[in-house]
């Protein structure tokens, strides 16, 4: 009688309940598991297996769309997690169709286990219920309110994001009420974000929150909340591109952020094609100011790098090489300033007028080597290679100290 198939043979309807459950309580495991997961299992035969003292029996028995109702309602209340974990995807899964006729007594009884589950003691039995749930049209709107007020953001962030059943007031609650950051930025990426709603994810100055806002295109946002953003943006990097991109920005506010967001960004505005002629005007200026004061501030960076070479006798030829080859003229011009010991203005004429003897010459008087001084007339004065002078005898400056420092003496 243990095996399945004995059982099997036996659960044909002309057996009564009584030897049914004796015939249960003498089958293995085995047995039972395959009863309990079997779609044409009486009923009867799956409540009593709801209550198997196996835990994999009691999994079978959640997981079977056969299971009664009223075995459900016995394992919603399972002591196994796994058990109840199972429960809630199965419900949740078959709400959808459930029928519209189904007797008010099961659909009471169903919703009451939804209940009870988005209850469980367990955040990952709520979590589980609120995923398959998150975009059900099917459940009662209390329950998907309860979910997302749920202190667990694993939990509460995928009814806030995708529920269609909450309305704005459900989301203004949930924010009131001080959500997590989680929560914040799942409401902040709802496919549709009211103007009411931006308002209230604005208003509490959340750095992620408010970013995904800016970058969600589906959200509504008032120009008044734009305002009250862009009044707080400048020391948060991350607002200042999805700032930018709003459509709805104010004069008020382009000009604002044009204070402080980066030039690549100051050019994206300049660039909208929504503005008046003076606020265009006023972009185009501050973007070229913008550029002017961001060379200056890279050239006073490698002039300081070179002074601190200098300071370290380490600034010698092979730092002088590599500055060359790869373009750093103005770590170069100082670097041969310091070396040479003549005037910034008189090193960057010899560079600018390209005259390969003035400019052996500057390498000569900076104490450099015969090579750096070919791969200063190359790469930094841009002389023709036809024009250049080349070394003798390999690495021998071709001209005498004499000669260079004549040429040297009329560049002064």
């Not at 010459?361 to 200063?376: F, H, V």
């Amino acid at each position: 009688m243990g095996s399945a198939g004995g059982i099997e043979g036996g659960v044909d309807g002309s057996m009564d309940y009584v030897a049914q459950k004796d015939l249960l309580a003498a089958s293995d495991l085995a047995a039972r598991l395959q009863l309990a997961g079997a779609p044409d299992t009486r009923p009867e035969i799956l409540y009593y297996l709801a209550g198997d003292e196996s835990e994999d029996v009691r999994r079978a028995v959640a997981t079977n769309p056969a299971t009664p109702v009223q075995a459900d309602q016995t394992l919603s209340e399972d002591a196994d997690a796994d058990v109840r974990a199972d429960l809630a995807l199965k419900i949740a899964r078959l709400l959808p169709d459930m029928a519209h006729d189904e007797q008010e007594k099961v659909r009471e009884l169903t919703f009451d286990m939804l209940k009870r589950l988005a209850s469980d003691q367990l955040p990952r039995v709520r979590a589980l219920l609120a995923e398959e749930l998150k975009s059900s049209r099917q459940v009662p709107v209390s329950i998907v309110r309860q979910l997302a007020l749920d202190a667990a953001v694993i939990v509460s962030t995928p009814v806030l994001e995708y529920s269609p059943l909450l309305s704005d007031l459900d989301l203004m609650e949930v924010i009131a009420a001080g959500c997590a950051q989680e929560a914040l930025c799942a409401i902040a990426r709802r496919d549709q974000v009211s103007e009411d709603v931006s308002d209230a994810v604005v208003a509490t100055l959340d750095v992620p929150a408010v970013a995904t806002l800016l970058a969600n295109k589906k959200a509504s946002v008032r120009e008044a909340t734009l305002d009250k953003i862009t009044e707080n943006a400048a020391e948060v990097q991350c607002w200042h591109e999805p700032l930018v991109m709003r459509p709805e920005l104010s004069i008020r506010a382009v000009r604002r952020v044009a204070g402080f967001v980066a030039s690549s960004l100051l050019e994206v505005l300049a660039e909208r094609n929504d503005l008046d002629r003076d606020t265009t005007r006023f972009l185009t200026k501050r973007l070229k100011a913008r550029i002017d004061e961001t060379e200056g501030e890279l050239q006073l960076e490698e002039q300081e790098k070179a002074r601190v070479l200098d300071q370290s006798m380490l600034l010698d030829d092979d730092a002088m090489e590599q500055a060359i080859q790869t373009g750093r003229a103005d770590f170069v011009l100082e670097a041969l300033t310091l070396r040479s010991e003549l005037a910034p203005e008189v090193v960057r004429k010899i560079i600018n007028d390209a005259s390969p003897k003035a400019v052996t010459a500057l390498a000569w008087k900076a104490n450099l080597s015969m090579r750096t001084a070919i791969q200063l007339q190359s790469r930094t004065a841009r002389i023709p290679p036809k024009k250049m002078l080349n070394a003798r005898l390999g690495t021998d400056y071709p001209l005498t100290a004499e000669e260079m420092a004549r040429i040297l003496a009329k560049e002064l």
